[in-house]
């Protein structure tokens, strides 16, 4: 089969496998997305931000009125293709392709690694793309909405034209090479920027690149990445800041923190009903093709490439978390990244240690990939093609993929195009406490997807992984309201002078009780309701705003003084 | 038509035809609670806020309601309506003397579209019972066991392909003359 023809079928067999491990998303990839948590809503506005006119390191439009740094933002690699899709694709449709089309492009990217680098042959090379792109992490970023981390060839090219950089024929332009994947994945997700430094150091480790003559490849490399580097780290000291609790706004220990986002190790098999009730779907799934491989490997191999062995133990070490975990309780053994609880708050730069996964996903897929060749070369190959088979049925039932799914539609309810078209929305919903930090944020990150399709300015702050302050400090200021009667005259005139035009109630979020007081309150205060809507999937109420004269400085302070008084 | 093509239409065929079957009405949510003390109520009733309205449904645990099996503790009910992306629940579970208690309040995720199934298991407390959220499947009235069914079933998958791997490698090293 000619190389050209190799490929066409790798990229048809993968996007086949990408259809089933995401399904029902091919069917409506515009309409629908298949997430069970919440983060895809904030991406999708920041998607739909990123689209707009006046898209740059602060939007007005949300955050209203003092807008939102964006220095944070998940995924610069995403909001790039949807600035460049901009006029051109909706947010919806752009989450949808990368869902569907991420995970094809990251393992086309490992199994040519696999193939070029590794000495892998085709078919067997495909195991790289089906370990790498298709098990845990992959399924664990889809269900839990980070879908940006799926867009990720750049980690296996680093890998590739790492190796190359640091051989002895290694050149300035393969460390070039190997700075610039770096450099994606950064952009990719801070995250994944992590996982890209770890791979180079332990690539460099192996490499004993100082015992060459040609330090210029390695120089390359590493004067680009510190350049990268440490401007990221300027933009994201920079500002925002702000966006985020503290760590200990949900747990008073940040150890626990990091523990609640680490792999278990039961789901390094599989997941269970609990993984997505209570664990935020995340799925460590390996597969256990890969996993037999890869313990064949000293057995079918006459030199097992240490490399790979060292990303993987490392990739999984890591993403065990400060505590090793049987699951969610027992063992509790002490891991490698135990330290970083000493920096208390300042180590929430890595509350998610499961991200570290993806490192072992690479290493074990292409060691699968290379065992696979050599046992195909000793034995019949007819023995040898179920492998592949049975690695396609790892990626479903390991991660459970296709049946966790969800069929969520995106459409947003129609009572946001009553709002005033020239001033902003704030949008209520009842204090969750700590037992609800989830449900508050799902409130508030949906709210910021549903801007799409209003465009009207918004309180909520869309970016961050709890919900932020200015738009605590509003919804606490008007739910106060309900019980000290003293507010009821201030609100239309403070909202007035802040520039809101409607607040949009989630009656059915409140207790019975608080629900009639609520929209009793807002009622007295504002007037009755102006709409009321059932689509979209949630029941809305609508209280327009009287306009009022104002300017941006008068709307800042008074939103300042609340902030103050209602943090 | 190469293969290629050919793969794609049949693709575009399987999408096609999935995506109509997808196109349900109504979103269907299916009550599921686990109650192994029999006897403690004699009725379950869910009082649930959807889009607004205040619905009851009564559970049942007599084969009358679609996936139930009747008299295995494992209490059924079924609300179909227009898409809602949150439910308000209230569990009220009755006593034989006529009074009731309440078990469960909570908000809970109904997301998807097509179908949603919320579970419950009710425990034992000190002074009384109460619910609890817990992820279920049909059938079954050990909640624990069938959560952790994908799981026990992965490892059976596993051992099989330990064993498959192990033989291909012990053939290689055969042809090999164990080298």
């Known amino acids: 089969m000619s190389t050209r023809r190799q490929h066409l079928w790798t990229l048809g067999l993968f996007t086949l496998v990408s259809v089933v491990f995401s399904w029902p998303l091919a069917s409506n990839p515009a309409g629908i997305h298949v997430s069970r948590q919440f983060d895809l809503y904030s991406l999708l506005w920041l998607m739909d931000a990123m689209g707009s006119s006046d898209a740059g390191l602060t939007y007005s439009q949300s955050s209203w009125p003092v807008g939102e740094s964006l220095n944070r933002m998940d995924s610069f690699v995403v909001a790039a293709l949807a600035f460049l899709g901009q006029g051109l694709i909706s947010a919806q449709l752009l989450a949808g392709l990368v869902v569907l089309l991420g995970p094809v492009a990251s393992a086309f990217a490992a199994e040519r690694v696999a193939a070029q680098h590794f000495g892998a042959r085709w078919p067997w090379s495909l195991l790289a793309g089906l370990g790498y792109a298709f098990t845990g992490m992959a399924a664990t970023s889809m269900l839990e909405g980070h879908v940006y981390a799926l867009v990720n060839p750049w980690l296996p090219l680093l890998l590739g034209h790492l190796i190359q950089a640091l051989q002895t024929d290694g050149t300035p332009k393969q460390g070039g090479l190997a700075a610039l994947w770096w450099t994606l994945c950064l952009l990719t997700s801070a995250y994944t920027g992590i996982a890209a430094t770890i791979l180079v150091g332990v690539v460099v480790a192996y490499s004993r690149f100082w015992t060459r003559e040609d330090w210029r490849p390695a120089i390359t490399a590493g004067t680009t990445m510190m350049v990268v580097g440490l401007a990221y780290a300027a933009l994201f000291t920079m500002s925002g800041a702000t966006v985020r609790d503290p760590t200990q706004g949900m747990e008073s220990d940040p150890l626990k923190v990091m523990m609640a986002g680490s792999i278990h190790l039961d789901s390094l098999a599989a997941w269970t009903g609990i993984t997505d009730a209570h664990r935020h779907s995340v799925t460590g799934a390996l597969g256990f093709s890969m996993i037999t491989l890869g313990l064949m490997a000293p057995l079918v191999l006459h030199r097992v490439p240490r490399l790979l062995v060292v990303l993987v133990a490392t990739g999984l070490l890591l993403a065990l978390g400060p505590r090793i975990q049987l699951s969610g309780g027992g063992l509790n053994i002490p891991g490698p990244i135990t330290v970083l609880a000493l920096l208390g708050d300042k180590a929430s730069f890595f509350n998610f240690p499961s991200r570290m996964l993806w490192l072992a996903h690479l290493g074990l897929g292409i060691l699968a990939a290379v065992v696979a060749t050599r046992l195909s070369e000793r034995v019949d190959k007819r023995w040898c093609l179920p492998l592949l088979g049975m690695a396609a049925v790892d990626v479903m039932i390991c991660t459970g993929a296709p049946f966790r799914t969800q069929a969520v539609p995106h459409q947003a309810p129609s009572i946001y195009a009553q709002a005033p078209a020239d001033r902003a929305i704030v949008e209520l919903w009842p204090e969750f406490g700590s037992f609800g930090t989830d449900l508050a944020l799902l409130t508030n990150n949906l709210g910021c997807a549903h801007q799409s399709s209003h465009q009207r300015p918004l309180a909520n702050q869309c970016l961050g992984t709890t919900v932020g302050a200015g738009t605590r400090s509003l919804g606490r200021w008007l739910n106060a309201a309900v019980y000290q009667r003293s507010l009821i005259n201030e609100v239309p005139q403070a909202l007035g002078e802040m520039g809101f035009g409607a607040v949009v109630v989630r009656p059915d979020l409140y207790t019975e009780q608080d629900r009639t007081a609520v929209l009793g309150i807002l009622t007295q205060s504002l007037g009755k309701p102006t709409a009321e809507t059932t689509d979209g999937g949630e029941h809305l109420v609508m209280f327009t705003v009287p306009e009022v004269e104002t300017s941006a400085l008068i709307g800042q302070q008074r939103y300042q003084r609340i902030q103050a008084a209602y943090p | ?179």
Do not use: C
């Not at chain 2, 009851?56 to 809602?84: A, C, E, F, K, Q």
């Not at chain 2, 959560?147 to 042809?175: C, E, H, N, Q």
């Open chain 2, 1 to 179: 038509m190469n293969a290629i093509g050919r793969i794609l239409v049949l693709l575009t065929a399987l999408i096609a035809v999935s995506s109509s079957a997808l196109a349900a009405d109504d979103q269907v949510i299916d009550l599921q609670v686990s109650m192994p003390s029999r006897g403690a109520y004699v009725a379950l009733d869910v009082e649930v806020t959807r889009l607004g309205s205040r619905h009851t449904v009564r559970l049942r645990d007599d084969g009358g309601v679609p996936n139930d099996l009747p008299h295995d503790g494992i209490w059924n009910g079924r609300m179909t309506g227009d898409y809602s992306r949150t439910i308000s629940v209230r569990m009220f579970g009755h006593r034989s003397d006529g009074t009731q208690d309440l078990l469960y309040s909570g908000i809970e995720r109904t997301e998807d579209a097509r179908h949603v199934l919320v579970g419950w298991r009710i425990m034992a407390t000190g002074d009384g019972h109460t619910a609890v959220r817990t992820p279920l499947s049909y059938p079954g009235n050990v909640a624990e066991m069938f959560a952790a069914l994908p799981l026990i079933t992965g490892f059976g998958w596993g051992l099989f392909l330990l064993l498959y791997v192990g033989m291909l490698v012990r053939l290689s090293r055969k042809d090999q003359g164990e080298e």
